[in-house]
């Protein structure tokens, strides 16, 4: 990939809460650059779970991992995401601006104006010359990041979902707020308000409606349905 790479979101992590998160981003016109250790998407559905059977995801009565993540991938496409797979971020900084830098352990970087931390529980290692199936989980860089913390996760506003840094989000395992439950629909839940801040900042502040999948033309137009 290039030496650096611009999008309004940088999402690291690319689990269910990740791909659900580039959805809703999506919705309000903001594109997404996911960085994931693994070579595929899907995070622990992929590698822990792909043919298990989930049995509370709404709307599904059973789903196995690999066919959520094939869902929620189609769910995103239309908002043509950016994943950059096989590399962990190291290093996450921001300027005088607000802009983030991100910097990978292939010596390459991503721009975003906002960054969202979806790294689930740690970073997954894969082997040499092994496939998501191969991955082991550990620590990560992120465990060395100077954030608040709480039972091992990161602390957020659970109004916003924003940690203690402006402009830095955490959703899904990655985050701890009173109450939080560890399921995949809260994660999805989650996703869904660190974007609404997001969006709301990316207006400039200013009052901006939410505007609903079921009312909005030009939502219906980004997903090609008219």
């Not at 899904?172 to 109450?179: K, W």
């Amino acid at each position: 990939m290039p030496d650096s790479q611009d999008s309004d979101v940088l999402i690291v992590g690319a689990g269910p809460a990740a791909l659900f998160a580039i959805f809703q981003l999506g919705l309000y016109g903001l594109r997404c650059h996911v960085i994931d250790g693994l070579d595929r998407a899907g995070g622990q559905c992929v590698v822990l779970y792909p043919d298990k059977p989930i049995y509370d995801v709404p709307g599904f009565p059973e789903i196995n991992g690999s066919e959520l993540i094939e869902r929620l991938l189609r769910q995103a496409a239309p908002f043509e995401p950016l994943f950059t797979f096989g590399c962990a971020v190291v290093d996450l900084t921001s300027d005088a601006g607000g802009e983030w830098l991100a910097r990978l352990d292939d010596g390459s970087q991503a721009r975003g104006d906002y960054v969202v931390l979806a790294s689930g529980l740690g970073l997954f290692n894969l082997p040499p010359d092994g496939s998501a199936a191969d991955a082991d989980l550990g620590a990560g860089p992120i465990s060395d990041w100077p954030l608040e913390r709480s039972r091992g996760a990161i602390v957020v506003d659970p109004g916003t979902f924003e940690t203690s840094r402006p402009g830095l989000f955490a959703i899904g395992d990655a985050c701890d707020y009173p109450g939080k439950v560890k399921l995949i629909l809260s994660a999805f839940h989650e996703a869904a308000l660190a974007t609404q801040e997001i969006r709301r900042r990316a207006a400039g502040g200013k009052k901006s409606p939410v505007e609903y999948t079921t009312a909005s033309r030009r939502i219906r137009e980004s997903l090609g349905r008219t």
